[in-house]
């Protein structure tokens, strides 16, 4: 992680998780929207917050780059949002933002890192700003210049009788008449009357020189419901604007006389240090669950000095909400806030607010200090003149209460190897040889019942770490969309069972496999061309379909397309040319032929693209899964398309297993391989003419694998008819496996090979890992898919 | 402190411990910061498919670990185990485990870094390159052992 201040490595982390909670959701809108081809007002709003939030907390992480980057976003949702100009260019919208999403995502990754230094973005900033230009310009032509005939010099006397502001932006800030707008546009909706000087600012680039000169003067009086104070606010909040002052107070509703907004006096934590921007945060927090929200000191974002100011005084908010108390358990709930207490209640709920004051003690000594005391600080008179002081902490009712919680994964991984161990110890505790011979009714008893907790305790910590597919699914439909837009091809993204929930540990390592899979299908999959598609008797738009669902113990994920399949005599040719056949041409079966595409250095496609083509693609996705237990295999038909069948197991850590040995040795079978295990009889032996076994189960012929043999093992018995035959199933097919005795079955944990068995590659070998038993002994967990495989 | 510490174990240039053992009668050493315990002989549970002078695994308090015995590695025929046989659990910086068998261990001494030459750089000499280096101590000339080389496919 990169180096934050002090006091700030704490809030990295959850900075890090909010962000990129945020961009997610931000692609995820877009990605809505672009399918519909259409901004709702919601959806614009919602952007707009999300900016707004990534904004601020960057900001207070100190990470300058970011905050601006998601301020010019910002800005240019802002003009989308007040003034709803044409765009005639939505791809370059979608590009902007879509851009700008995945630098803010790359650098969240780089801020990760110890060696971090950050991006600039300025190039993104100016392409964002420069397209914002044109949006408000574009809506400049389209007002058709009503106010055109006003002289440039109508710096008459304000008709509206009001508080009259001027507000000065950054130097060098360039267009100030048209930032004026912005300011002007952005506090309409706030004010009842608004009269500015010069007023031609829309038509008028000349004024830009007056406003430099001497400033943009504004004389307004608040809509009902606002405060002068939040309209200032709503001033300053705009983009460039570097000063904003009262120069005449006029008739202005102060704030606690407004009716309907509830003000708030906020202490944060001694020394939390920066209290400026915790307050900002918890205005941003505040701000996503109400509409106006004006606050002092109003310059908190900017000005650090006010961190002083806030220790001394606390930080006033004021808000309105229909739902008050949400919005105050929002402030509870902000990082390094210790206490709040309210100062104005709107006029209509204060009846009911009383009674409740009565019956709950004030929990914060700073709440029933009297108001007025501290008030001062504030410009606003209380002409409320009735302080009513409300208990802080639990919030008396409405809203149910955030039921989640985020939780490191390092954690939740040492209580599933420590419930591991319970499982083993348990097995060690009830099998002591000790008790052998014993009759122990009570100890029997208890041990079932130590035994039903231990699986229920297992079955809830690998539920909590079961997360839907959802996710990883819908990060596939922002690589469609890209590659659509770059490979001119029209494609459907289609989920079907993406609730299907899988470990963690299994999500992480499946974004990559899943990511190369939907590439592969896009760019090789998929037909070049509509027409083809429509000549080969298909619809014109490709489709795309990521399925996942459960069966026996396994999530099977399959990516599927309508495409053009893969050509098996093609790829055969290739593999011959590449050198990997290990056997003559004529040998392979056409699903041998089409899983070759994930070997190492294959890839069919002549060229090389920007998407696929390495050979390294689908290699990397067979080593991917094959490192979390599972399997991939390729299945297609020519001209029909193509699928790629991914199978996982559920969970990686707990197995139910079959004990079986084999000499000295114990193997460990995965029970959920098992059909059935039998002695068998003489009759169902047969033998093919090299003398290769085979046994008969109910008509049925299965191949027979001894495993002495295949491991070299010393066995107790060689005997067909003594030893046991165990019928499993596995890679799509059945083989019965022969061993000498069956021991029992038993949950085991699985642990992984040591790196340096890994190098010979035992996971090749049909063993997938090893296990500890109760008595302390070592067994190895066989993978009966590449055991059947292999033979 | 600690980066003290590991510069003391340093065997280049700096004096180091080295904990001495016996094969076949010729007297090997290995640095003693691998070294993570010495254990007797356990039961040791055979993985099959792997090559021949990995015995296979034995459990260290519910830790896997893999067993090699340095004789096989080294050519020499072996011997049945015996009470003073053992298994020293050596620990890579990366956490991996593993565990050597050898005929029996003897002591650890500390040595000068000037007692301590380099091996000569030749082709037929020490071609598998599992001597590090050699300790000229008073008691004879020892050889010290590569653990990295030792344990990992040369």
Known sequence: MAKFEAGMEAMA?????ETTTLLEQLDQI?????????????????????????????????????????????????????????????????????????????????????????????????????????????????????????????????????????????????????????????????????????????????????????????????AQGQTDDSVINAIKDCPNVKNCEISGKGQGTPAAADGNSTAVRIYFEDDCKMENLRALLVVNRVREVCESVSYEPSDIEDNSDTAKYIIENGFILRFKSDKPDMVLRVIEDAPSVKEYEVISRPSDTKSENIPENNTAPAETPKAAA???????????????????????????????????????????????????EIVITEAMVTSSPDLKGLRLDNFQKSARQLRKLNSELQDTVMSIRMVPLSGAFSKMTRIVRDMKVKLGKDV?????????????????????????????????????????????????????????????????????????????????????????????????????????????????????????????????????????????????????????????????????????????????????????????????????????EMVMIRGECFPLIRLYDIYDLKPNTEDLYEGIVILAEGDGKCACL?????????????????????????????????????????????????????? | MEANNTANKNCTAEDCEVLFFTIDGTIYGIEIKYVNEIIGIEQITVVPKIPEHIKGVINIRGKVVPVISVRKRFGIEEIPYDDRTCIIVLEFDSGEQVGIIVDRVREVIVVNHNEISRTPDAKNVNSNHYIKSIVNLESGIRLLLDCEKLVRDS
Do not use: W
């Open chain 1, 738 to 791: 022969f061993a000498d005795e069956l021991i029992g079955e038993q949950q085991v944990v699985v642990k992984p090979f040591s790196p340096l068995l890994n190098n010979y590659n035992v996971k090749q070998h049909g063993m997938a890992g090893c296990s500890i038993l109760g008595d302390g002994s070592i067994t190895i967990i066989l993978d009966v898919n590449n055991i059947i495989s292999d033979f």
């Open chain 1, 30 to 222: 877009l990605m809505k929207t672009e399918s519909e081809s259409s901004f709702g007002e919601e959806e614009i709003n919602e952007i707009f917050r999300t900016m707004h939030t990534i904004k601020g907390s960057s900001a207070m992480m100190g990470l300058d780059n970011m905050s601006k980057l998601a301020h010019a976003v910002e800005d240019m949702f802002y003009i989308i949002r007040e003034d709803h100009p044409e765009i005639n260019s939505m791809e370059t919208l979608y590009d902007l933002v879509f851009t700008a999403s995945d630098l803010m995502k790359a650098e969240i990754e780089l801020i990760q890192e110890d060696d971090y230094s950050p991006t600039d973005f300025s190039g993104q900033i100016a392409r964002i700003e420069e397209f914002a230009a044109v949006l408000k310009n574009g809506e400049k032509a389209a007002a058709k210049q009503p106010e055109a005939a006003k002289p440039a010099a109508a710096a008459a006397k304000p008709s509206v009788s009001g508080t009259s502001v001027k507000v000065t932006f950054e130097e060098n800030c360039k267009m100030e008449n048209l930032r004026a707008l912005l300011v002007i546009n952005r506090i309409k909706e706030i004010c009842s009357a608004l009269e500015y000087t010069p007023s031609d600012i829309e038509d008028n680039s000349d004024t830009a020189d007056i406003i430099i000169k001497n400033g943009f003067d504004i004389v307004f009086s608040p």
């Open chain 1, 492 to 692: 459907d993204l289609v989920f079907e069972g993406e609730e299907t929930e899988v470990d963690k540990s299994v999500i992480d390592q499946l974004n990559d496999p899943l990511m190369h899979m939907v590439r592969n299908s896009m760019d090789h999959g998929i037909e070049d061309s509509a027409e083809d598609r429509i000549n080969a008797g298909k619809p014109a738009k490709g489709k795309i379909t990521l399925s996942a669902y459960n069966s026996s113990g396994e999530v099977i994920i399959v990516v599927a397309d309508d495409g053009q399949g893969i050509d098996p005599s093609k790829v055969l040719a290739k593999a011959e040319k590449n050198g990997i056949l290990t056997k003559p041409a004529s040998e392979y079966s056409e699903k041998e032929i089409l899983n070759m595409i994930m070997l190492p250095g294959f890839s069919t496609n002549e060229q090389v693209t920007e998407y696929s083509g390495r050979g390294v693609g689908m290699d990397v996705v067979r080593k991917n899964i094959e490192k979390i237990g599972g399997t991939v295999s390729v299945d297609s038909k020519k001209g029909q398309g193509t699928s790629f069948i991914i199978k996982i197991p559920l969970s990686l850590s707990i197995v139910d297993g079959m004990e079986v040995s084999v000499g000295e040795s114990i193997f460990t079978i995965p029970i959920n391989a098992i059909r059935e295990s039998f002695k068998a009889k003489p009759e169902q032996l047969v033998k093919d003419t090299d003398g290769k």
């Open chain 1, 13 to 17: 982390d959850m900075y890090v998780f």
């Open chain 1, 370 to 420: 009297p108001v007025q005391k501290a008030a001062p600080a504030a410009p606003q008179p209380q002409t409320d003149g009735r302080p009513t002081p409300q208990p802080a902490g639990k919030a008396p009712s409405g809203g149910a209460k955030q039921s989640l919680i985020s939780v490191n994964l390092n954690k939740l991984d040492t209580l599933l190897d420590l419930v591991g």
